[in-house]
């Protein structure tokens, strides 16, 4: 755990990012396509696995997590032979319902997460949400999470419904304005440092930069975080000794 600058007691309210943050978004993907390829292979698809996931990969990267014809393409990409004698969308189907059950089965947080999110929710703290994506998406995140009764319900914020997306500082601005807080009695904890980190910074939160894995994890941003943790018994640890949480 490390520090860099003070604080300003009393917190009263805690924002999390959802993605690498209260859950390994990074491993969960790699599992869920795994299993998508699998099953298409299963279902007929005439490829090398490794071959197929890397196109895979590879078109998520190109066309973006959100688009919808992931599987399709990569059927496009491996070319006709590849599904000779099929109908395709079955094969596609065969992906698609893979992936999903996969994210039913593979969908938690971390251990160190559900426990201090349950603690916290004991403490007199707003714990809330800020966080960018499809908003459906992101919400169906917290709710297979399990982790919505530790929550206010009136602090969970998407972006596409706040109308600022990260890393523009005013999304973090709207937030507090609607609820009426000061930002430096304002934690936000994310694994983002150029979306999470540094806007927080800007507008004079107290910032936790989470470390612990995901493509972020090796980045740095303009400015440095408050604290950095690598878990949320970390966390916990800093709320109770630097905050006087309890
Ligand atoms: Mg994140």
Redesign the pocket.
């Known amino acids: 755990m490390r520090s860099t600058h003070g604080v300003t007691p009393p917190v009263q309210a805690i924002f999390f ?5 209260l859950f390994s ?1 990074t491993v969960f993907a790699d599992k869920a396509r795994r299993a998508a390829v699998d099953a298409m292979v299963r279902t007929g698809l005439q490829a090398d696995r490794v071959e197929a996931t890397r196109e895979l990969d590879d078109v998520i990267a190109e066309f973006s997590s959100n688009y919808s014809g992931h599987f399709d393409k990569v059927l496009d990409r491996l070319g006709q032979e590849s599904f000779a004698g099929h109908n395709r969308a079955v094969i596609v189907a065969a992906g698609v319902v893979a992936y999903h059950a996969t994210k039913w089965r593979e969908l938690k947080v971390y251990d160190d997460v559900y426990e201090v999110l349950k603690w916290l929710s004991g403490t007199s703290l707003v714990r809330g949400v800020i966080s960018a994506g499809i908003t459906i998406k992101q919400a169906e995140k917290l709710i297979r999470l399990e982790v919505l009764e530790f929550l206010t319900p009136s602090a969970i914020f998407f972006t596409d419904q706040v109308g600022f997306s990260k890393p523009n500082p005013k999304l973090y601005r709207r937030v507090l304005q609607r609820l009426k807080l000061e930002p430096q009695h304002c934690i936000y904890v ?3 440092p150029t ?2 980190i540094d806007p927080c910074n800007h507008e004079g939160w107290t910032t936790v930069r989470i470390r612990r894995s ?1 493509r ?1 994890s090796a980045e740095e941003g303009a400015t440095q975080p408050t604290h950095e943790i690598r878990d949320f018994y970390e966390l916990r640890r800093l709320l109770q000794d630097e905050y006087g949480v309890r």
Do not use: A, L, Y
């Open positions: 990012d959802i993605d690498d943050t978004t994310g694994d983002n979306h999470d995901g972020h």
